[in-house]
């Protein structure tokens, strides 16, 4: 590999463990905020746009890491910033992941604990009134 890259790659790995626990706080603020509205299609929308956000930022980095193989100097912050934001957006997935999750149509029989669905009058296994 370029001595280059490695010295970049280097330097990126240094800071990216701090960067990525300041996500993970920025993220925690960010999730008190999601929608408890938003339909599930719309969260999964959410999802969807991060996930290609997620897409470009790689191949930014991407990029960025071939253009010090040809000798341009790029700062080891500019690519920081890039995995601070990826850390961010993958953050914000499982957090839209999980609001998705809250939202099934299944809930738990109080007596027995099976997993009965929201519409059932019954518990199918014991017959507790839900
Ligand atoms: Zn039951």
């Known amino acids: 590999m370029d001595q280059k890259i490695k010295d970049l ?11 990525a626990e300041a996500a993970g706080k920025a993220a925690d603020a960010a999730s008190k905020k ?3 509205l938003a339909s599930v299609t719309k969260l999964n929308l959410q999802i969807f746009d991060l996930n290609t956000d997620i897409e ?3 191949k930014e980095i991407g990029k960025s890491v ?3 193989h040809t ?3 790029i700062e080891a912050e500019e690519i920081d910033g890039k995995i ?7 953050a914000k997935i499982a957090e839209l992941k999980e609001c998705i999750a809250n ?5 738990r029989c109080p007596n027995c604990g099976r997993e009965c669905d929201k519409s059932d009058s ?4 014991c017959g507790t009134q839900l």
Do not use: M, P
């Not at 790659?9 to 960067?19: D, F, I, Q, Y």
């Not at 939202?103 to 809930?107: A, G, V």
């Not at 019954?122 to 296994?125: K, L, M, R």
């Open 9 to 19: 790659l280097e330097k990126v790995k240094v800071t990216a463990t701090t960067a």
């Open 34 to 36: 999601a929608g408890e």
């Open 56 to 58: 470009l930022l790689f």
């Open 66 to 68: 071939y253009l010090t």
């Open 71 to 73: 000798g341009a100097e």
């Open 84 to 90: 601070t934001q990826i850390d961010e957006k993958y």
């Open 103 to 107: 939202r099934k149509t299944t809930c």
């Open 122 to 125: 019954f518990c199918s296994a």
